[in-house]
Protein backbone atom coordinates (compact mmCIF):
# COMPACT_ATOMS: atom_id res chain seq x y z
CA UNK A 1 0.00 0.00 0.00
CA UNK A 2 1.62 3.13 -1.09
CA UNK A 3 1.41 6.68 0.60
CA UNK A 4 0.17 9.57 -1.04
CA UNK A 5 3.65 11.99 -1.32
CA UNK A 6 3.75 15.58 -1.31
CA UNK A 7 6.11 17.55 -3.02
CA UNK A 8 8.47 19.89 -1.14
CA UNK A 9 10.97 22.53 -2.63
CA UNK A 10 13.87 23.14 -0.78
CA UNK A 11 14.54 26.27 -2.09
CA UNK A 12 12.51 28.66 0.11
CA UNK A 13 12.68 27.16 3.10
CA UNK A 14 16.24 25.83 3.04
CA UNK A 15 16.82 28.95 5.23
CA UNK A 16 14.51 28.09 7.59
CA UNK A 17 14.59 24.64 7.65
CA UNK A 18 15.80 21.95 5.15
CA UNK A 19 13.88 18.77 5.97
CA UNK A 20 11.49 17.12 4.22
CA UNK A 21 8.63 14.76 5.67
CA UNK A 22 9.38 11.38 5.89
CA UNK A 23 7.22 8.19 5.34
CA UNK A 24 6.94 5.65 7.68
CA UNK A 25 7.01 2.07 6.85
CA UNK A 26 4.85 -0.88 8.72
CA UNK A 27 7.59 -1.28 11.33
CA UNK A 28 7.44 2.49 12.13
CA UNK A 29 10.81 3.35 10.41
CA UNK A 30 11.03 6.33 8.23
CA UNK A 31 11.99 6.04 4.70
CA UNK A 32 14.12 8.53 3.01
CA UNK A 33 14.53 9.19 -0.77
CA UNK A 34 17.70 8.06 -2.58
CA UNK A 35 18.98 11.54 -2.58
CA UNK A 36 17.67 12.71 1.13
CA UNK A 37 21.26 12.34 2.64
CA UNK A 38 23.23 14.31 -0.69
CA UNK A 39 20.55 16.98 -0.86
CA UNK A 40 20.63 17.61 2.83
CA UNK A 41 24.38 18.17 3.15
CA UNK A 42 24.40 20.71 -0.04
CA UNK A 43 22.26 22.49 1.78
CA UNK A 44 24.37 23.19 4.63
CA UNK A 45 27.12 23.31 2.34
CA UNK A 46 25.32 26.05 0.77
CA UNK A 47 24.85 27.66 4.38
CA UNK A 48 27.68 27.93 5.36
CA UNK A 49 28.98 29.65 2.33
CA UNK A 50 26.59 32.31 2.65
CA UNK A 51 27.61 32.95 6.07
CA UNK A 52 31.34 33.24 4.81
CA UNK A 53 30.24 35.41 2.13
CA UNK A 54 27.52 37.64 4.16
CA UNK A 55 31.04 38.71 6.25
CA UNK A 56 32.93 39.00 3.16
CA UNK A 57 30.64 41.70 2.04
CA UNK A 58 30.56 43.29 5.50
CA UNK A 59 34.28 43.48 5.59
CA UNK A 60 34.10 45.25 1.61
CA UNK A 61 31.07 47.60 3.07
CA UNK A 62 33.71 48.45 5.71
CA UNK A 63 36.33 48.74 3.51
CA UNK A 64 34.58 51.09 1.12
CA UNK A 65 33.86 52.97 3.82
CA UNK A 66 37.77 53.30 5.13
CA UNK A 67 38.78 54.39 2.03
CA UNK A 68 35.75 56.77 1.56
CA UNK A 69 37.20 58.82 5.31
CA UNK A 70 40.76 57.98 4.03
CA UNK A 71 40.15 60.26 0.97
CA UNK A 72 38.14 62.57 2.87
CA UNK A 73 41.19 62.84 4.83
CA UNK A 74 43.42 63.52 2.54
CA UNK A 75 41.15 66.20 1.17
CA UNK A 76 41.05 67.89 4.38
CA UNK A 77 44.50 67.66 4.67
CA UNK A 78 45.78 69.24 1.13
CA UNK A 79 42.90 71.82 2.12
CA UNK A 80 45.41 72.53 5.69
CA UNK A 81 48.39 72.28 3.38
CA UNK A 82 46.92 74.86 1.66
CA UNK A 83 45.79 77.16 4.41
CA UNK A 84 48.93 76.71 6.05
CA UNK A 85 50.91 78.47 3.05
CA UNK A 86 48.05 81.35 2.75
CA UNK A 87 48.53 82.16 6.37
CA UNK A 88 52.30 81.94 5.90
CA UNK A 89 52.46 84.44 2.62
CA UNK A 90 49.68 87.15 4.53
CA UNK A 91 51.90 87.32 7.24
CA UNK A 92 55.15 87.72 5.25
CA UNK A 93 52.88 90.30 3.23
CA UNK A 94 52.24 91.94 6.51
CA UNK A 95 55.79 91.94 7.78
CA UNK A 96 57.00 93.93 4.40
CA UNK A 97 54.10 96.06 4.98
CA UNK A 98 55.56 96.61 7.89
CA UNK A 99 58.88 97.65 6.93
CA UNK A 100 57.99 99.70 4.46
CA UNK A 101 55.75 101.69 6.87
CA UNK A 102 58.82 102.25 9.31
CA UNK A 103 60.84 103.31 6.18
CA UNK A 104 58.52 106.29 5.36
Same mark, same amino acid.
Given at each position: MEKKKERYLFTDGSRKDWGIRLEKDENEMLIAPPDFLRDGALLRIADALELMTKDKVEMEKENLTLRGYKAQAQTQEQE???? +??? %?????? +??? %?????TKKR
Open positions: LKFL +YHQ %RASLRG +YIT %RIKKQ
